[in-house]
DNA sequence: CCGAAAAAATGATCTAAATCATACTTCGAC
DNA sequence: GTCGAAGTATGATTTAGATCATTTTTTCGG
């Protein structure tokens, strides 16, 4: 009895935590090894100002496809996934976003709208910081800039790997590096994303990827634990995965 | 008589034209639609001083993947293609630069080896500007700073994009695509590329890729000139590239 | 705690595209 | 011009993975 008022307890207080609007600049962990690590007081200052935060649900959306960039997204807590719709809604994952991360600046240089879309893919705080405060940041602070330049920059290399995964490798060989690279996403935690979304990722029907998760289930490199995947052999992974 | 000597003597020029080593940044007019297009007199003065410019035959390679950046390449004259290479050495082709283009920026910024390789696909005219010398021009003029943001972005939507394709696309209708897209480098001039080239940019054996272009000339969408290949229905290629 | 709906799993079938094999063209070197 | 090599083309066969159909499990609201 008590030990279950105990845990309802501490999910009640996490859940708290994470509906909690208020999360300060100056305060904010995620902050220490995000783009926005090297920036001075005052301008903490000025970006506290106008900042707005709000807690989000899973599954919503932070921007869509098309929609005009306003600003930038500073997960303070949470994930969120970058993805591209297809024909009929189908959506390729390009990249999964965790705490720290600044989503959708991309945009707001190219001057376009914007061409992908963001969701939440569990409960998240994000914060959301205006254009015009964000440009004037950039450009004011070169520390940033070059973080900037140097971020995007890694993510263009990033991206031209993935296309020549999705053009030369086959589906198991994706998912074991899709796996591999989520692991190193979730951290502490599993990687807990539902089949769907993986399959998703890895550019594959679902049907495909539960038979492959099964495979690698039954060869002993994962554990799942209902939705949630734990690697049990990280290296074995890495060679299926190959270069 | 008169006339093939006059032919023989135009492709003579021609020829001296793109192996002549000595193009001025000033009198360069492949810059004008370039990032550099913005550059002042006297910054032109000390890129012209420190530049190296020379002459490539075909499939050349500018860089590899793995080498250490030392600095950027613009194309005068000529087509460069940027790919990555797979197991046995397969290229994934990610992106035909034309002239006025600046390559190889990006892994001077990101402070990492080339992820990617790049190789001339045609005869080229290709000047080459020290890392240093670049950086401070980055460094000093916005314009440049901001031109070169705003191309990162726009370039990782595009790739965002060209991931989903590979997953979501069939063959048939990246295809089509790549013909477009390629058309549009092209411009007056005929898409001119090896076949397997054209694989490698498709995402495809080449076989298929032979296959499907054959479909494509039955069906009244393009002609082909031996390697080149003329769109004659543009539209009709769209609409099966789909969205 | 129960029932419905969503998500996950498994099985059966089909097909786009890879692979392997071979022939035909084009091009550059001599 | 001729030869050999590279590039292009076509045909036959195989297969990874998509699709369709159904069952089982999990989730979540009342």
Same mark, same amino acid.
Not at 15 to 36: G, P
Not at 155 to 160: K, S
Not at 164 to 177: F, P, T
């Given at each position: 009895m008590k030990?279950? &008022?105990?845990?309802?307890k501490?999910?009640?207080?996490?859940?708290?935590?994470?509906s909690?609007?208020h999360?300060t600049?100056?305060?904010?962990?995620?902050?220490k090894?995000?783009?926005l690590?090297?920036?001075?007081d005052?301008?903490?200052?000025?970006i506290?100002?106008?900042?707005?935060?709000? &807690?989000?649900?899973?599954?919503?959306?932070?921007?869509?496809?098309?929609?005009?960039?306003?600003?930038? &997204?500073?997960?303070?807590?949470?994930?969120?996934?970058?993805?591209?719709?297809?024909?009929e809604?189908?959506?390729?994952?390009?990249h999964?976003?965790? !705490?720290?991360?600044?989503?959708?600046?991309?945009?707001m240089?190219s001057?376009?709208?914007?061409?992908?879309?963001?969701?939440?893919?569990?409960?998240?705080n994000?914060?959301?910081?205006?254009?015009?405060?964000f440009?004037?940041?950039?450009?004011?602070?070169?520390?940033?800039?070059?973080?900037?330049l140097k971020?995007l920059?890694?993510?263009?290399?990033?991206?031209?790997?993935?296309?020549?995964?999705?053009?030369?490798?086959?589906?198991?060989?994706?998912?074991?590096?899709?796996?591999?690279?989520?692991?190193d996403?979730?951290g502490?935690?599993?990687?807990n994303?539902?089949?769907?979304?993986?399959?998703?990722?890895?550019?594959?029907?679902?049907?495909?990827l539960?038979?492959?998760?099964?495979?690698?289930?039954?060869?002993?490199?994962?554990?799942?634990?209902?939705?949630?995947?734990?690697?049990?052999n990280?290296?074995?992974?890495?060679?299926? !995965?190959?270069?």
């Amino acid at each position: 009895m008590k030990t279950v &008022y105990l845990i309802e307890k501490t999910i009640q207080t996490n859940m708290l935590e994470k509906s909690h609007k208020h999360v300060t600049c100056a305060s904010c962990l995620s902050r220490k090894n995000s783009l926005l690590c090297a920036i001075s007081d005052s301008e903490i200052e000025t970006i506290e100002q106008n900042k707005s935060c709000s &807690y989000f649900k899973k599954d919503q959306p932070l921007f869509v496809e098309g929609s005009i960039p306003r600003g930038v &997204y500073c997960i303070n807590e949470g994930k969120v996934k970058i993805f591209a719709r297809g024909e009929e809604g189908k959506e390729q994952i390009i990249h999964v976003a965790k !705490a720290g991360e600044i989503v959708g600046f991309r945009a707001m240089f190219s001057g376009e709208p914007y061409t992908v879309a963001a969701n939440t893919l569990e409960e998240s705080n994000i914060c959301f910081i205006g254009k015009s405060d964000f440009l004037n940041l950039v450009d004011t602070n070169s520390t940033l800039r070059n973080g900037i330049l140097k971020e995007l920059s890694k993510e263009l290399g990033e991206r031209a790997s993935f296309i020549k995964n999705m053009a030369q490798k086959s589906v198991r060989e994706r998912l074991a590096s899709a796996l591999i690279i989520l692991d190193d996403i979730y951290g502490e935690e599993m990687i807990n994303l539902s089949r769907e979304d993986l399959a998703n990722f890895v550019g594959t029907a679902t049907e495909t990827l539960i038979r492959l998760l099964k495979d690698f289930k039954d060869e002993g490199y994962i554990r799942t634990h209902v939705r949630k995947i734990e690697l049990i052999n990280q290296n074995g992974l890495i060679s299926i !995965a190959g270069t």
